[in-house]
């Protein structure tokens, strides 16, 4: 039976994120209650059946500490150039995160998954908003079936009806976009990123499948917007 504190600051954390999206540090602290070890087990399986990402769990390859003025000086358009430029712009700091250790393959996962996140907003052109937020967790369900990603949709969701509901068409279509981009795209996971600062952005998002135009110019049609009747605005 679990302490009832902890399950209490679990649930507190879940309330804060609930209301502000933006709380990172009780995100990642709510990453073991969304996906404990046995959901864990499953999404190994399922990512052991790419056999890009059974290789990533044997060389278990890591961002590690990023040589960010390098990065800085690779030339424009390199995808080590748009993520320094991308931590630049968003005032990130991907030093603070925690750093995991991965002795086991569930660890490898989440520790591969948080040091990789900005860098999956790079490929997929997502901002680091609530919308861009919930872009990338769509993308990495449709990638991984990851439940982690799933409870943060389902938050993220619930912040828009709560709290944010102005906000709802901008969030929906990020999250569709990045739904879409994540199952047309080839598996990124356990790419050894530090192999490819120096290639361009737009090489390594084609070696992925990430078509972004055209998955871009599609959405508009599978998503028309709504338009209200004027004689029903005052019901």
Do not use: C
């Not at 931590?87 to 490898?108: F, I, K, M, S, V």
């Amino acid at each position: 039976m679990r302490n009832p504190l902890t399950l209490a600051r679990e649930a507190w954390r879940m309330v804060r994120v609930l209301q502000d999206p933006n709380r990172l540090q009780d995100i990642i602290d709510l990453a073991r209650v969304l996906a404990p070890p046995m959901a864990m087990r499953r999404v190994v399986e399922r990512l052991m059946q790419s056999p890009t990402a059974a290789r990533a769990f044997v060389e278990r390859p890591r961002v590690g500490m990023l040589p960010l003025a390098t990065l800085r000086t690779l030339p424009e358009g390199t995808l080590g150039r748009a993520f320094a430029d991308h931590l630049t712009q968003n005032g990130l700091d991907p030093n603070a995160l925690p750093h995991r250790e991965a002795h086991t393959d569930e660890d490898y996962v989440r520790a591969h998954l948080l040091e990789s996140h900005d860098i999956w907003h790079v490929l997929t052109g997502f901002r680091t908003d609530v919308a861009g937020e919930l872009g990338v967790q769509a993308f990495s369900l449709a990638q991984l079936g990851s439940p982690f990603a799933l409870g943060i949709l389902t938050g993220g969701l619930a912040n828009t009806l709560l709290y944010a509901f102005s906000e709802r068409d901008a969030r929906m279509q990020a999250l569709t976009r990045g739904w879409v981009l994540g199952r047309l795209a080839r598996p990124v996971f356990g790419t050894p990123w530090r192999e490819l600062w120096e290639v361009p952005l737009v090489d390594v998002r084609q070696r992925f499948g990430l078509d972004l135009p055209t998955v871009d110019a599609l959405l508009p049609a599978l998503a028309p917007p709504v338009k209200m009747d004027p004689s029903r605005r005052a019901a």
